[in-house]
């Protein structure tokens, strides 16, 4: 049987959102990150986000444009530069809301959402200010008698992290939304897409089904179709973030992202030259005649 | 062999901390804890698991700052011997599981081993916002935790840390003993001594000094009163073999030398 075809475009996508969503973003830092959707975000309307992310520069230029009106993250790094400078500043002039999780908790609170479950209990974040600052995460007693055989461990109860809509990006995919990454982790991809009311992957390339196997084994197949909404084709589309093996992260590139936020003046030329453009295509084309700036 | 410097001193002291793990993850994380480590592999503790500071284990020495990740003719290769496939949702797993000592730096840390890394002034509004909570809190609840500090100043070493991201021994005392019985905060590391917390409250205590460094300096760097007993030893020498292992075999680009001057 043939599968749905759910291709779109990332401004399709954007039109499917909606001001105010909870929206997840897969990868990890500067790595395989849905930067062209993000890009498509930036060209549009949408405001008063709540990001949720193992944060990199999605979460920067989405707090650097004033988008996300909260964020939810495990950290937010560029990874090569490990203090992403737009969302340091977001922070430090107090214009976007955080939370800021323990790592494995945001995973947890992911799980969660994608089990439908209102909570998942872990020992993570007793005794550190992650209860002390956020006094909206509560913790819960084991109703099961402890290893010492008297009353049940008391546990945090990682709240369980709904999402409007999650945006992941991958190496592969076919046009009905199974995805296939192809590189040394899938981060948190999977659970983001089951987390999420409706998700939305980009992809390298999209490929018919039966071609999955020229490029990597089944365990390469991680995101069914089951829980993608959209599909869109994205070659680069991760840049300027890593996507191995099909590319590496630009590193030049970022190096100039992370320097836009030295002034409200150097962000506007950022601004101008790489993010005020008509579209995803114009956008790489800019990078592609990029001088000095090969990866 | 000349002689050692104080960032092969660090290495060597940053080694110790993992003496007696066995089959443990050992996860350092920065330049020195990462040399420290692999040298406690290479040397006395053999049976130690490495990660390659990505998505593997791998029983390889790779130098640090390694990424043996590259693209084989569109093929993810990794110039590496892997011996399991550990990506980010593992790493938690194995982590809330246990078997692991972890490294990690500190901004600010203080006498109970509370350490900050998230931000500078107050959590909602920072004057300077670092790293975030990341994996401390974590950490430092399920498995043994250590710090390496390679600049010893007093706004490292503070009597109050501004956010407690690892959880030291006064706020794990006030947890259930059940809930804090993975709790450990082990060694600290700095350029100028090592310091554990084996006293009767748990207050930092200093271990050893480094050559040519000495009590008064320490405690002059420190910005609480530290324990000192009454024969405080000097750090240990490496051994003509360690040497050979961290300038040849480790550390051939020198990297240790950019985290503490030598």
């Known amino acids: 049987m043939p599968v749905p075809d759910k291709r779109l475009t990332e401004d399709d996508v954007v039109a499917e959102l ?72 977001a922070r ?34 007793l005794g550190s200010d992650v209860l002390e600052v956020m006094p909206e995460i509560r913790t819960v007693r084991s109703p099961y008698p402890g290893p010492d055989g008297g009353e049940g461990e008391e546990l945090v109860a990682a709240p369980a992290l709904r999402l409007d809509a999650a945006l992941i990006h991958q190496n592969r995919a076919d046009r009905a939304g199974n995805g296939q990454f192809l590189g040394p982790d899938l981060y948190m991809d999977d659970w983001m897409s089951m987390a999420a009311e409706r998700t939305f992957l980009s992809a390298e390339r999209v490929i ?36 191995p093996p099909d590319y590496g992260r630009d590193e030049a590139f970022q190096k100039e992202y992370a320097a836009s936020a030295a002034s409200p003046e150097a962000w506007a030329g950022f601004r101008d030259r790489w993010l005020d453009l008509a579209s995803e295509a114009d956008y790489q084309a800019a990078v592609a005649a990029r001088t000095g700036g090969a990866r | 062999m000349s002689e050692a410097t104080r960032d092969e001193i660090c290495v060597v002291a940053v080694a110790e901390c993992f003496r007696g ?29 490495m990660t390659d500071g990505f998505a593997t ?43 692991r000592h972890v490294m990690m730096g500190a901004t600010q840390v203080d006498r109970f081993g509370n350490q900050n890394i998230a931000c500078i002034g107050d959590w909602y509004r920072p004057r300077a916002q670092l790293l975030g909570f990341r994996g401390a809190p974590g950490n430092t609840i399920n498995h043994t935790t250590s710090y390496f500090v390679p600049n010893h100043t007093p706004k490292v070493f503070v009597e109050h840390v501004d956010v407690v991201t690892g959880v030291g021994y006064d706020r794990a005392a006030a947890l259930d003993p059940e809930t804090s019985r993975f709790h450990e905060i082990r060694f600290v590391v700095s350029n100028l001594g090592v310091f554990d917390f084996d006293t009767p ?21 420190t910005g609480f009163e530290l ?36």
């Open chain 2, 21 to 49: 793990d066995g089959e443990r993850l050992c996860n350092p994380i920065g330049t020195i804890p990462m040399i420290g480590g692999r040298l406690a592999r290479e040397s006395f503790e053999p049976d130690l698991v």
């Open chain 1, 18 to 89: 909606r001001d105010g969503m909870t929206i997840g973003i897969g990868g990890w830092g500067s790595r395989r990150k849905p930067m062209s959707i993000v890009r498509a975000i930036l060209r549009s309307d949408l405001r008063d986000l709540t990001v949720v992310s193992y944060g990199g520069p999605d979460v920067g230029l989405l707090c650097a444009s004033g988008k996300a009106r909260k964020v939810i993250s495990g950290f937010v790094s560029l990874d090569s530069i490990p203090l992403e400078p737009h969302y340091r500043a």
């Open chain 1, 92 to 125: 430090q002039n107090g214009t976007v809301e955080a939370m800021e999780l323990d790592e494995g908790m945001l995973m947890l609170g992911l799980m969660a959402a994608a089990w439908r479950v209102p909570f998942l209990p872990t020992r993570a974040g």
């Open chain 1, 208 to 243: 018919p089904t039966e071609e999955f196997a020229e490029h990597g084994r089944i365990h390469t197949l991680r995101i069914s179709r089951l829980h993608v909404a959209g599909v869109v084709e994205a070659p680069n589309g991760a840049h300027f973030t890593e996507c």
């Open chain 2, 201 to 221: 409250d748990h207050r930092m205590r200093v271990r050893s000094v480094h050559p040519g460094v000495s009590v008064a300096d320490v405690q002059a760097a």
């Open chain 2, 57 to 99: 284990f791998t029983t390889s020495c790779l130098p640090p700052g390694t990424n043996p990740y590259r693209s084989d003719d569109g093929r993810l290769q990794v110039d590496a011997v892997v011996e399991y496939w550990n990506p980010y949702p593992q790493m938690f797993t194995i982590l809330w599981n246990g078997r």
């Open chain 2, 227 to 262: 324990v000192v007993p009454d024969d405080v030893a000097e750090t240990r020498l490496p051994t003509d073999e360690e040497l050979r292992l961290i300038r040849e075999v480790i550390d051939p680009a020198d990297l240790r030398k950019t985290e503490v001057k030598p």
